[in-house]
């Protein structure tokens, strides 16, 4: 059974509240919802991490090779468009990397514009709201043999 590692970055925890103009009403637990309905379908285990801190995130990618995991799906949100750190831990990680955005960045602020992840991620995913996730999660099982 593939065995894939979700991990949404910060704020992520606030989605249904927060500025639902830009990402909607929807909650992280029905899109978490929405992933374990995915990958039960497709014979795939989920484990779901969100969290606000760069480091944490820095260790989950880091550990996710020796525990097993076979590929990441991921949100960055903020540390997108500053964090060298989870840059580096996406490169280093050997695991095939899926960076997912619910609104499109580039049709939003300029700061936003430029994703540090991309160029190391094995695609990505935005604009399409919680549907990003998904479609996120399919491209990345259809990576994993
Ligand atoms: C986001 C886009 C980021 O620019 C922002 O900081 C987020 C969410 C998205 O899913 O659209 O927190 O990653």
């Known amino acids: 059974m593939r065995k894939i590692l979700v991990i949404h970055g910060p704020n992520l925890n606030l989605l249904g509240t927060r500025e ?54 991921i949100n960055p949100a903020a540390y997108t468009h500053t964090s060298v750190a989870v840059r580096d831990a996406v490169a280093a990680c050997g695991l095939n990397v899926v960076e997912v955005h619910l609104s499109n960045i580039y049709s939003r602020e300029e700061f936003r514009h430029k994703s540090l992840i991309t160029p190391v991620a094995s695609g990505t995913v935005l604009g399409f709201g919680a549907k990003s996730y998904t479609l996120g999660l399919s491209a990345l099982l259809d990576l994993i043999p």
């Open 20 to 73: 639902p103009g830009i990402y909607g009403r929807i909650t992280l637990e029905k899109i978490n919802r929405m992933l374990k309905e995915l990958a039960r379908k497709n014979k795939a285990s989920l484990t779901i991490r969100q969290s606000n801190h760069e480091g944490q995130i820095v260790d989950l990618i880091g550990e996710a090779k020796k525990k097993k995991y076979q590929g990441i799906l």
